[in-house]
């Protein structure tokens, strides 16, 4: 799809900027604008040369009209912050990635918007290597297409048509990258204590975390199966699952999903 629309990304920070910078990589003809609070720290987590401008403030974009406009301020911020950017919406396809926040409010923040969508991605989308899941009820098939754009640039996306389901999309893919960065730090500790010098353990762990991930990128087996190859029969990977396993692995995972996804329906009230 060739794009030559005005993108505006509200909120350049770790995630808006690196779908900013991502867009603007795919889609060279395409203006890509971002305004955020804090400029000089935008500017800071944009590429070195990232053709992405940032501004302060939405009033520095007078005369500018976007075709497309990213939400991706704190879900508590949308409140105070939406106010000022409802003119510069009217002509464009809206997607927040805020998590919690509902369509209907932020229709209602946006004065009735009717070309809205919610996606989740996660901070992976900064390697190009994100995983997204949209809802857009009603959207027609160019804001649709807009929308996979927009992620495809960054990795991976997926639609769902029930909105509760962004919500546990938000616990398992939107939160999920830091449950495999604990489970490294984890890891890597646990090396250190069987007696490997800290700096080689996270090493050991970390690209061990690369190698699992570059494997179920190339490997279409379930992670079941892929799980099964490193075992050999009454070997070190048996006994180590089986004490991972057995020792609480399945509801220490359940009970970080649940967590987040309560946490998502409060921010809906933030
Ligand atoms: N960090 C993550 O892994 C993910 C975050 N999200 C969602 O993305 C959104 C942003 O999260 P992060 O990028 O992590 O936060 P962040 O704090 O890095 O970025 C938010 C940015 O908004 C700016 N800002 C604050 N008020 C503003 C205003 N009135 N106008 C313009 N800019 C303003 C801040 O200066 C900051 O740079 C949140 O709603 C979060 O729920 C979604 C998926 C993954
Ligand atoms: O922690 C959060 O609320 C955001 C949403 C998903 C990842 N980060």
Known sequence: MVVKNNALIVGCGNMGAALAAGYARAHPDARVLAVDADPARARALLPAASP???????????????????????????????????????????????????????????????????????????????????????????????????????????????????????????????????????????????????????RLARRTCIGAAALLAADTRAAGALKAAVCSPRGTTEAGLAALEGGGLAPAVAAAVAAAHRRAHELAAA
């Not at 949308?78 to 990635?97: H, M, T």
């Not at 938000?170 to 990258?177: I, L, M, R």
């Open 52 to 202: 992405v401008a940032v501004c302060a403030s939405p009033a520095e974009l007078a005369g500018f009209r976007p075709d497309l406009v990213v939400l991706a301020l704190k879900p508590q911020l949308l409140g105070e912050a939406l106010a000022a950017y409802r003119p510069l919406c009217a002509g464009a396809l809206v997607v927040s990635i805020a998590a919690g926040s509902a369509l209907s409010r932020l229709r209602e923040l946006l004065g009735g918007h009717r070309r809205l969508a919610r996606a989740m991605p996660n901070l992976a989308v900064a390697a190009g290597a994100g995983m997204t899941t949209l809802y857009g009820p009603g959207l027609d098939a160019a804001d649709a297409a807009l929308c996979e754009a927009l992620f495809a640039a960054v990795g991976d996306a997926a639609w769902v048509d029930d909105e509760a389901q962004i919500d546990a999309a938000t616990a398992v893919a939107g939160s999920g990258p830091a449950y495999f960065f604990a489970l490294v730090e984890q890891l890597a500790a646990a090396g250190a204590a069987a007696g490997l010098p800290p700096a080689l353990a996270e």
